[in-house]
């Protein structure tokens, strides 16, 4: 649904009357220009770690299933008793 102009206009005018309009710095309008037209190089950290974290968790899932194959065997050893 759109309103009319008039009903814009006078929303519009009670936020003037409302809202007191920001004048930022010049100063700090400057320095943001230049951050933003230049700004600092960024580093990447090396994953240096991941081929430990792959052997971890290959280990612990070849353990893992070791265990279960160990157990599952001695339990059909023992069930034929």
Same mark, same amino acid.
Do not use: C, H, W
């Given at each position: 649904?759109?309103?009319?102009?008039?009903?814009?206009? *006078?929303?519009?005018?009670? /936020? =003037? $009357?409302?809202?007191?309009?920001?004048?930022?710095?010049?100063?700090?309008?400057?320095? /943001? =220009? @230049?951050? /933003? +037209?230049?700004?600092?190089?960024?580093? /990447?950290?090396?994953? *240096?770690? $991941?081929?430990?974290?792959?052997?971890?968790?290959? =280990? *612990?899932?070849? %353990? *893992? @299933?070791?265990?279960?194959? %160990?157990?599952?065997?001695?339990?059909?050893?023992?069930?034929? +008793?």
């Amino acid at each position: 649904m759109m309103q009319s102009p008039m009903v814009m206009d *006078g929303f519009e005018n009670n /936020l =003037a $009357t409302l809202l007191k309009p920001v004048e930022p710095s010049p100063l700090f309008v400057e320095s /943001l =220009a @230049v951050r /933003l +037209r230049k700004p600092k190089p960024i580093q /990447l950290e090396k994953a *240096g770690k $991941t081929p430990i974290l792959v052997i971890v968790v290959g =280990a *612990g899932l070849l %353990i *893992g @299933v070791s265990l279960y194959l %160990i157990l599952r065997m001695m339990r059909l050893i023992f069930q034929k +008793r």
